[in-house]
């Protein structure tokens, strides 16, 4: 059974310091991982998607690495705003998709 | 484009009780896929439907049951619920071509 860690379970920063989440996982066997954004009582935005082949993916302040074989990945967000706050979720897609709990952000101005 | 888009927002129930949710995907999505989340337990994937077709389910009991539509929208049931089923219940779509999933608002439910 698949099992998703996300470490820290919650992180305060001041305004404008990067931002460092991680993820790990038990099987490598996985088609891509997902870095998801949630805000208070709200749905899923995805943010990246990296297939099993690539080693990142980059979306404006947003970069994922993934390390396949030592099962981790890293979300970075650079130059953090306070808009940035919310639960940031790691899921792995080895033909479900299997959460962490999430790493909650406060970004203080 | 409108996103996926779940209904009813809120929902009270008393435990026993059963309960329909429904789901409409992105038009054109045919994939569908249903997540519970508890703060105790964090997102659980329910099943996934493809054309009408269910295509993996997770761990939860046969109280738990669901369906798609030729139209892709979908709809989960839960019978004789149970305290434990209060949730927030979400579904996603995503697109034959890609693999992001698309997530609803989601569903809040009660259960007293």
């Known amino acids: 059974k698949q099992e998703v860690t996300q470490i820290p379970a919650a992180l305060s920063v001041p305004e404008g310091e990067n931002l460092v989440l991680n993820c790990s996982f038990t099987d490598s066997a996985i088609y891509n991982l997902q870095w998801f954004r949630q805000d208070p009582g709200k749905g899923l935005t995805s943010l990246l998607l990296?297939?099993?082949?690539?080693r990142e993916q980059t979306s404006g302040r947003l970069n994922a690495s993934l390390d396949k074989s030592s099962g981790r990945s890293t979300l970075y967000i650079a130059a953090s705003q306070p808009g940035d706050s919310a639960t940031y979720l790691c899921?792995?897609?080895?033909?479900?998709?299997?959460f962490g709990a999430g790493t909650t952000v406060t970004v203080r101005a | 484009k409108a996103g996926v888009t779940q209904t009813p927002r809120y929902l009270i129930k008393t435990r026993g009780q059963q309960v329909t949710l429904s789901c409409s995907p992105i038009s054109g999505h045919r994939s569908v896929s249903w997540y519970q989340q508890t703060p105790g337990q964090g997102l659980q994937f329910l099943f996934e439907?493809?054309?009408?077709?269910?295509?993996n389910k997770g761990n939860f009991p046969g109280r738990f049951s669901g369906r798609q539509f030729s139209n892709s929208r979908s709809e989960m049931n839960v019978s004789t619920l149970e305290l434990g089923d209060s949730a927030l219940y979400l579904c996603?779509?995503?697109?034959?071509?890609?693999?992001?999933?698309?997530f609803g608002p989601g569903t809040r439910l009660l259960v007293l």
């Open positions: 996603a779509s995503w697109p034959d071509s890609q693999e992001t999933q698309y």
């Open positions: 899921a792995v897609n080895d033909y479900k998709l299997s």
């Open positions: 439907y493809f054309s009408e077709t269910q295509r």
């Open positions: 990296i297939q099993s082949s690539q």
